[in-house]
């Protein structure tokens, strides 16, 4: 599919940011975007153009019947000025099986792997050159075909916008707190946990400013069925160092199958830490923190990488993790994950993609 490019002047471009480590995650965008059409039965028309609103009919389907789902990836520079990407491949499958999800058309792996890297080249300039840095990538899928009524659409976009970005905590690699919701859930079996949906964020943000107004910084979500068994952050995995395993809930549709979860969990045999999925209930992790078998909790999510977790507020108490300081192992991680996304490691699994 050739791609069709409207291009601006020098004299047009914005201005790059002095520090992008100063940069407020999520709030600044390049100059173009990748947009993709889907009708009849076919994707077409694509095209890079200047960054610009969309313009969609009211009647469009997404705005009336939830239609929509996106990704999150992060482009790096390495030091040899090489432009690389993590598990583009995953991220492109993942976009697909929430496509499916929601009963929208797929994008070939290959195709959505060239779209990006086709921006990419074209925007180079807004890839940092520091480490903490990154450009970040949200490729998103809506349906837009202008008709009131409950099916599918037979209209969609694919589009892709860039933000340049900083740490996503603004207080940097500290730990967080988490608030333990016990009255909303985020997903129920059989639901669309799974994917990357819009609607599952929309539904969560009602507990995040709950969380937020008594002190905390996210929420940990329990199952929804009883509300005993711990599945997952607002914006990532969760994963407990229990003694000599590193234990996270293990998938099974209601949890978002995450990336860099599942790199975590490669890397923690390369480490020396035992990976385990299994079910853990949040009274085994606040009996585990109090008797110091679990030393450490942390999450696991493209924005922040790695998020080491401090304190819980669970049934008005707080249980605190490792002194809330960062422990050994989410530096670890941290430092292990971002070593190989910015090529400064080696690439042992074959992770890293170099955009050419």
């Known amino acids: 599919m050739q791609i069709k490019k409207t291009l601006l002047t020098d004299d047009k471009l914005k201005p790059l940011f002095d520090d992008p480590l100063a940069l407020k995650f999520g709030h600044h965008f390049t100059d173009y975007m990748f947009t993709l059409s889907y009708s009849g039965g076919k994707w077409h028309s694509a095209e890079i153009k200047p960054y610009q609103p969309l313009v969609l009919d009211p009647a469009a389907a997404v705005f009336h019947y939830g239609q929509e789902i996106f990704e999150g990836q992060k482009a790096y520079k390495s030091k040899e000025d090489k432009i690389l990407l993590f598990r583009p491949d995953e991220n492109a499958n993942r976009f697909n099986q929430s496509m499916t999800r929601m009963s929208m058309p797929t994008i070939p792996v290959e195709d959505f792997i060239r779209f990006e890297e086709e921006l990419l080249k074209l925007e180079e300039r807004w890839i940092p050159r520091v480490k903490g840095a990154a450009l970040y990538m949200r490729p998103t899928g809506i349906a837009t075909e202008p008709a009131l009524g409950v099916r599918p659409a037979n209209q969609y976009l694919f589009f892709l916008i860039l933000c340049p970005v900083g740490p996503y905590y603004s207080t940097g690699f500290n730990p967080v707190s988490l608030w333990v919701s016990k009255d909303y859930s985020r997903a129920g079996d059989g639901g669309t946990g799974s994917a990357k949906a819009g609607g599952n964020y929309g539904g969560s943000l009602l507990a995040a400013q709950k969380a937020a107004a008594n002190g905390y910084n996210q ?31 293990p998938l099974g549709g209601t949890i978002l199958p995450g990336i860099t979860r599942k790199s975590v969990l490669t890397l923690a045999g390369d ?63 941290f430092d292990t994950l971002t070593g190989i996304q910015y090529g400064d490691l080696e690439d042992k699994h074959g992770w890293v993609h170099v955009v050419k």
């Open 219 to 249: 929420v940990l979500w329990l199952d929804a069925k009883e509300h005993r068994y711990v599945e997952e952050v607002g914006a990532m995995n969760i994963l407990f160092v229990h003694e000599n395993q590193l234990v996270t809930p």
């Open 271 to 333: 480490l020396g830490l035992e990976p385990v999925e299994r079910r853990i209930t949040i009274d085994e992790v606040v009996e585990g923190i109090e008797a110091g078998k679990i030393t450490e909790i942390f999450g696991a999510g493209t924005a922040a990488v790695i998020s080491p977790v401090g304190k819980i507020g669970y049934n008005g108490k707080d249980y605190v993790v490792n002194n809330n300081v960062t422990g050994p192992w989410a530096q670890k991680f």
